[in-house]
């Protein structure tokens, strides 16, 4: 179940990238850029959503489903899946021989 969850988590993840970067930007025309209409969408009147917004905010609340799901799996495991899991053990090194 956890590589389940872990392949769909790496899928979505690029899934957002993907969309993410298909969007165009707020104020792409070049009207924006010299202060004309298309500017006003900061605190203006903004259009109905469109099917890729959809799509970024599903995936994100997926993405965030499946953070949660991997993070409790991985606590709930036996194993010490940590980062810092070998932080507390001193290092020791010793010295080469000549």
Do not use: C, E, N
Request: proline residues 3%; positive net charge.
């Amino acid at each position: 179940m956890l590589y389940f969850v872990l392949v769909i988590h790496i899928l979505v993840s690029f899934f957002i990238v993907g969309i993410i970067l298909l969007q165009q930007g707020s104020s792409a025309d070049l009207a924006g850029a010299f202060g004309g209409q298309g500017s006003q969408t900061a605190f203006g009147p903004r259009g109905a959503a469109t099917l890729l917004t959809k799509l970024t905010a599903w995936s994100a609340v997926l993405f965030m489903i499946t953070s949660i799901s991997l993070t409790v799996m991985l606590s709930r495991s036996s194993g010490d899946h940590s980062v810092l899991s070998g932080a507390g053990h001193p290092v020791t090194q010793t010295a080469p021989k000549k």
